[in-house]
């Protein structure tokens, strides 16, 4: 989502605009040249404007910073505002280029570009051929294929880049086809096809220059720019591929689908063709049997969000994969308020006007066991929406069973991973959005700990301890370090061996890699953590704020990889995940365990 600080042009634009008027609440944020322009134009009927006008205004300096106690006040209520620095009494003048550990081991780093194929978010997976391991790492064209079988001797064994064409995704290049890329993936062991089958989301883009952050470039007050996002080419959907090797060359496109609810056939549609909607959000939730569930919104009319630069709200769908380059639409759900029409129940959001708040899925369904293997249950983080617990023991009837709503945490993202490893043991499953400023200029984005026992009423019964960083660090709280701090995500379910109970692994931006025990859910405590650096000799500076975005946790080898803006780290820490096995996997990774 950082599409403010994606080169060093766009940064300098942000510092100009971050001087535009940001309004209270109630008063409107468009400048008036754009406004009489907006007047004359044709208005999109999909571009909900439900409530008035009640953007956040800067946060008063004086109502947050560093506290008497050590701690850090966060400000109650900010707006979009990724690509400004918000300086406070107590922050550091430079960034942090030391590193801090606690019961845990760097096994190997690997610094470079090489090793960094997006400073901002990257995807990982694995595939296990002849004997030999290898992690995928990629966003969308710029990806790597690494041998990680040894973790101490890591090979590159493929590089992939669009930068030949200045990354334009409409055309072809050494390593793409036009409009093709990588795109977020889940990849699983088909015993029908006896192989690898990678399911790849295609959605839309959300680094885009046609709309901007700012009131006077919103989607609100820049009808041109909606045009152009509405025009653009491009699969909204996802690609279904054999993967008989670790390199490109060993994909074998099984289908190409279309989640475009007005393609007259999902399997024949023209990616060189604009198509509505969002496609596939983020990793598939696919188990390699009959059932896939994603985040999709259908077409234009999902439009319930305030978020200023995206144009969809996304609900679930649910496919039978039965024959998986024929896959079928089962059902598709969503929450009263997500499509135009439904203004009443929009309303009835706190958050409605605001233009700040992500609302709809981010990521797809999470199942503590999948529909084949008995699983009933699917929990949703849907941002502004709240969590959503759905009974899809019946896939092509996906039913609403219990909600809740989460205190507001404007701006940030709110909801948009849930880990429900734990929730088989001890009923819990854990809820948290993540930060996208820097400096903590926003809510403190907790992960709730929410007793999921009965399904029909899930709640709030505790948070995760917040990260402190070590003596050493000369600082009492992380947002003294710069940069971004809170919970990003705990990996994903497609890691290889099964969860260790009791333990939860987040990327916590600038405060590493953070293991939690929550194996006595009313104690729940740090247990260990690696904090890197603050960035390498590599790194871009506007980039120095998004510093350890991602963990995957190899639980079959007990190793753990750390993604940041300037490389990877191999850890291990045999007193929260166990003895690390440096040889290669015992046995092949072929589908998540549960």
Known sequence: MRSLRRNAALAAVVAAASTATLLAPGVSGADTTTAAAAATAPADPNILDVCADRRPGPADPGSYGMQLDGGFRHPALTPVDEGSDHPFPGRNAEYDTRSYIKNMKVEAAYEGADFTPDYFHTWQNIVDFDGRRYLFQYSRSDGRVYDITDIKKVKVVERLSRKSVNGDETRANGDWAAHDYWGASTIQWNKKLNAYVMVQSFESKRQISELSDQPSGDKYNNPEGVR?????????????????????????????????????????SDPAAAQQGSGSIDVPYWTGEKYMFIAAAPDDTYSGTEYPTNLHSAGYQSWDMSDPARPKLLDTWHLPGQRTGEDAAYRTNPRCGNRTSWMGARMPLFLPRPVEKGGRYAFAAMGGYGLTVLDVSDPSNMRTVGRLDLPASVAGTEGDNIDVSQYEKTGMIYYSGYPLTEDCYE?????????????????????????????????????????????????????????????????????????????????PEVSAYFVPKAYGAGTAEYAYGNQTHGVYVEWDRNIAWALTNHGIYALSSPKVLGKPDRDAPAKPFRASEF
């Open 228 to 268: 152009k996002v509405r025009a653009k080419p491009g699969l909204k959907g996802f690609k279904v591929y054999r993967l008989d090797g670790p390199r490109k060359k060993d994909w074998k496109l099984l289908t190409t689908v279309s989640t475009d609810a007005s393609q007259a056939d999902p399997l024949k």
């Open 443 to 523: 809510p403190y984005k907790d992960v709730y700990q929410i007793d999921a026992r009965d399904p029909k009423r899930p709640r709030v019964v505790g948070v995760l301890p917040r990260p402190t960083p070590p003596k050493a660090a000369g600082i009492t709280d992380y947002c003294q370090r710069r940069g971004s701090f809170g919970p990003k995500r705990t990996g994903y379910y497609t890691n290889p061996g099964r969860h260790t109970p009791g333990v939860l692994s987040y990327g916590f931006y600038n405060a590493g890699v953070q293991f939690f025990d929550v194996s006595d859910p009313a104690s």
